[in-house]
């Protein structure tokens, strides 16, 4: 039951570079989005949300634009540093439906080459 | 800043025994979770908890499973017979929640391993 789906499973770019990570959700109870963040042996840091209320929301070099008609997420990464190679993962909840719960895409995994 | 812990980092246990792995959620929290990942898989959703009490649990989380917030600080999910299958990342989390900020913020993980 893939609700929440990362099609993309790596994703390479450059430094200085846009990096774009994708997200499709089918359920469409969901009405708030995150991205994480993860590290090899650490827990996932978050990194920004957005509600359905909103089709963009900015935080430093991180934006993520939502799409509700396509069920579509992106998180853009502008200009992509070599730090930021991670595991990116897309979660979604349906607050309204007074679900907390996040479920989780599988994860892109990010490297940007120096 | 303020940040989830979780104890042990990593718990070796044999089939059939109790484990019970600990958090300590960011102080002025109100919601808790756990979470889990087997390896090469999702990270999934275990059991929410607020007000001292479960708010929603998954299919995951049966009879074996259980959680307690026994001081004003700790947070902990007990496995009562252990499985081979229970063999994962716990990552325990918190957030404000109905405040108006639900973003959720993890712990490190305890690693499981059952044997």
């Known amino acids: 039951d893939q609700q929440v789906k990362q099609n993309s499973p790596s994703l390479s770019v450059q430094e200085g570079r846009i990096s774009i990570l994708n997200c499709d959700y089918t359920n469409s109870m969901f009405d708030y989005f995150l991205w994480y963040k993860k590290y090899p042996a650490e827990g996932p840091t978050f990194l920004i949300s957005i509600s359905s209320i909103k089709d963009k929301n900015e935080d430093g070099r991180f934006t993520v634009f939502l799409n509700k008609s396509a069920k579509h997420l992106s998180l853009h990464i502008v200009p992509s540093q070599p730090g930021d190679s991670a595991v990116y993962f897309c979660?979604?909840?349906?607050?309204?439906?007074?679900?907390?719960?996040?479920?989780f895409g599988k994860g892109t995994k990010l490297t940007v080459n120096p | 800043e303020p940040e989830v812990t979780q104890t042990p980092s990593h718990q070796v246990t044999q089939m059939g025994q109790e484990v019970i792995l600990r958090c300590v959620p960011i102080s002025n929290h109100l919601y808790f979770y756990w979470y889990r990942q087997i390896l090469g898989q999702k990270v999934e959703f275990l059991v929410s908890f607020y007000n001292n009490e479960i708010s929603e649990k998954s299919e995951i989380f049966d009879d074996q499973f259980s959680v307690e917030r026994p001081d004003g600080s700790n947070f902990t999910l007990k496995i009562r017979s252990t499985k081979l299958e229970d063999s994962a990342m716990y990552f325990c989390a918190s957030s404000l929640a109905g405040t108006g900020v639900y973003e959720q913020y993890f712990g490190p993980g305890t690693r499981l391993t059952v044997t």
């Open positions: 979660a979604a909840s349906s607050l309204q439906g007074g679900s907390e719960k996040l479920v």
